[in-house]
């Protein structure tokens, strides 16, 4: 099957995947997020149109370049749990009691932090200045639904909130899609 014809048949399951965790989110049923990582980075890789895109690696068998990324992401995902949420308590996930579940957002953190590079470069492909329009993005994908699940709670103080949204998540969000862009350049030089 050709690459392309692949990638649209991903991008129509990510799709529906993706829609059907964010609905679940509405819903209040809590880990809705672990399907939507992964399905909204497919969705917005496979908009990219790009060959230099995470599943673009996967499907040319790029395998080293493509742990070289998901490893680099994992370092930059984790880094960013270990000090907003042990050092700085800035947030926590409620419904995660056991280590394994705290153990596995870690390892989906790589995803997420490739959908915000994927969706970056969707939205600069029609706007130049893909900064903000990607942050706003961002937030109506992941914060939005996570007002209503209440999946991580935010405890941070000092900031006002805006549309209960804590203002320093939505300063901290150019951040993330910035790191995540810069680790792509790296990796896929």
Request: proline share 0%; no cysteine; charged share 20%.
């Given at each position: 099957m050709k690459k392309e014809k692949v990638k649209k048949?991903?991008?129509?399951?990510a799709l529906v995947i993706s829609i059907a965790s964010i609905t679940l989110a509405f819903l209040?049923?809590?880990h809705w997020y672990y399907p939507a990582v992964i399905s909204v980075w497919l969705v917005f890789d496979c908009l990219t149109k790009s060959n230099k895109t995470a599943f673009?690696?996967?499907i040319n068998r790029k395998y080293k370049q493509f742990i070289k990324l998901y490893l680099a992401l994992f370092l930059f995902g984790l880094t960013i749990e270990i000090i907003g949420q042990y050092f700085l308590h800035f947030w926590y996930y409620p419904e995660l009691q056991t280590a394994l579940m705290l153990i596995t957002i870690p390892f989906f953190y790589p995803f997420i932090l490739m959908s915000f590079r994927e969706m970056y470069e969707t939205i600069r492909r029609k706007i130049k200045k893909a900064l903000i329009p990607t942050t706003f993005l961002g937030i109506i994908i992941w914060e939005i639904p996570n007002l209503t699940s209440k999946d991580w709670i935010y405890t941070i103080p000092w900031f006002p909130e805006i549309g209960g949204i804590n203002m320093l998540v939505i300063l901290g969000w150019p951040i993330l899609i910035l790191g995540s862009k810069e680790i792509y350049k790296k990796i896929l030089k």
């Open positions: 048949k991903i991008f129509f399951i209040k049923i809590h673009s690696l996967i």
